[in-house]
Each structure stands twice: as C-alpha cells, then as structure tokens.
C-alpha cells in the first residue's frame, strides 16, 4: 500500500477522452491507497490545475488540445518537481522524449490496468530513490 503519512496518494487525471477520463476515476478511487483528486481535458487547464490542487501523481496523456503532454511535463519538472508525471499514451514513441522532461513513468493505454497502477505507486518510490 502507497499510503502517505496515513493518506491516499492523491492522482490527477489528463486525458482529452471523457471515457478515459472517468475510467480512470473510478480505477484509482477503488483502490484504498490512491484518491483520484480531479480529472481534466486539456494541457493548459491541467497546469492551472496541479498548481493549485498539488496531487502526488499526474497521470497525463500526451494528446491534449492546449499543450500537449511533454510541454506539461517540461512545465511541472521547472515549476512543480514534487508532482510526479506518470505518462498515459497510445504512443510509445514518446516515452523517451516524456522521461527526459522529467516523467517517471510511461504506460502504455494497450497495457492492464494494472500496469498504470503499478507506475503510480512505484512513483513514489523513484522519487525516494533519487531523493
């Protein structure tokens, strides 16, 4: 269990799917460790939003309308490094260029569910690592 100090490690969603979106409110939310503390559409609002809601874990897709994944990646690993970004995508390809802006994690959306469970949580313990 990835508890913090007796809480839920806090996950927000980005992804521009409605579907995927609340999918993945309900996945989180049904694990006792993880608390999903908001979902949102596009890049830029999901800037707007880490600022202000300061989640432990961004699962984020690189296709957003408004700034795509890496520019969030880029923008949260200068502005946010405590928000560990946990890459959600049909693209491959991109977990390379994603991890070099600071993303922890890549997770392919063709993998269980299970898989990006794992990444959150495993999120927290990269960090101790590098720590």
């Known amino acids: 269990m990835s508890l913090i100090d007796g809480r839920r490690l806090g996950v927000l969603v980005a992804d521009d799917h409605p ?3 609340e999918n993945l ?11 999903c503390v908001g979902v ?11 600022r202000e809601l300061v989640p432990d874990v961004l699962v984020l897709d690189n296709t957003m309308p408004r700034a795509d994944g890496v520019t969030v990646t880029r923008t949260l690993a200068r502005g946010l490094p ?10 491959d390809e991109i977990c390379p260029v994603a991890r ?3 993303a922890v994690a890549c997770v392919s959306k063709d993998s269980p569910y299970e898989y ?3 990444a959150i949580r495993n999120s927290m313990v990269i960090e101790a690592r590098l720590a």
């Open 19 to 21: 579907s995927v979106r």
């Open 25 to 35: 409110r309900y996945l989180i939310n049904a694990e006792a460790d993880l608390e």
């Open 40 to 50: 949102v559409k596009d890049g830029a609002r999901c800037i707007e939003l880490c």
């Open 82 to 91: 405590d928000v560990r970004v946990v890459m959600y995508t049909l693209d």
């Open 100 to 102: 070099a802006f600071g």
């Open 116 to 118: 990006l469970l794992q």
